[in-house]
């Protein structure tokens, strides 16, 4: 069974601070996914990488995939309470199916 | 362009009941995915519909049964509720053919089962 564990589960920190979201597997995907979700709302994608290694940036938030694709990390800087919210990744296995395995969440709370 | 609908957006049913949920895509977009959100197991996969036929399967018994029409609307099926089947359903739909798979999440139905 594929999983993918997401580090740490909950986070409270104060507006300003900077944080770290991993997301790990003993699994290889050939891309991976970091969604975010609001109460009462269904995720919202933020991002696809795609290659070993890449590195893609999005305002404050920088998303890493590893160079062996079996894991993955969410970087925010200077976190604001509109941050806020569950964090998931989302891993495409291999074998070429579109059923995505999603990581067990991370909540975050920033607040001001 | 409007985004993934889904209706309804709460329900309350009671055990031994049947519920149906219906989802619609995005215009254009021909694959809807269907997942199970609890706050003990997460994100779970139910199943993929794409072209009306369905494409892939997650591990939830044959009580979980699912249907996609000629225009991508999609519809899941709950017979025999149990409690543990208490839950946010949400769907995602995708524009097939791209190299990247990227669902877009409608904002769920909430599923209470007394």
């Known amino acids: 069974t594929q999983l993918l564990e997401q580090s740490p589960q909950f986070l409270s920190i104060q507006e300003g601070e900077n944080l770290t979201v991993y997301c790990n597997s003993s699994s290889v995907f050939s891309s991976l996914q970091w969604y975010r979700q609001e109460p009462g709302e269904g995720p919202v994608l933020l991002v696809t990488?795609?290659?070993?290694?890449e590195v893609k940036k999005l305002k404050r938030l920088t998303f890493q995939f590893g160079d062996a694709r079996k894991d993955s990390s969410l970087h925010i800087t200077a976190a604001q309470p509109g941050d806020t919210g569950l964090y998931l990744c989302a891993g495409r296995p291999t074998s070429g199916t579109y059923k995505y395995i999603f990581g067990t969440g991370t909540r975050l709370k920033v607040l001001a | 362009k409007a985004g993934v609908t889904q209706t309804p957006r709460y329900l309350i049913k009671t055990r031994g009941q049947q519920v149906t949920l219906s989802c619609s895509p995005i215009s254009g977009h021909r694959s809807v995915s269907w997942y199970q959100q609890t706050p003990g197991q997460g994100l779970q996969f139910l199943f993929e519909y794409f072209s009306e036929t369905q494409r892939n399967k997650g591990n939830f018994p044959g009580r979980f049964s699912g249907r996609q029409f000629s225009n991508s609307r999609s519809e899941m099926n709950v017979s025999t509720l149990e409690l543990g089947d208490s839950a946010l359903y949400l769907c995602?739909?995708?524009?097939?053919?791209?190299?990247?798979?990227?669902?877009?999440f409608g904002p769920g139905t909430r599923l209470t089962v007394l």
């Open positions: 995602a739909s995708t524009k097939a053919g791209q190299a990247i798979h990227e669902q877009f």
């Open positions: 990488v795609v290659t070993g290694g």
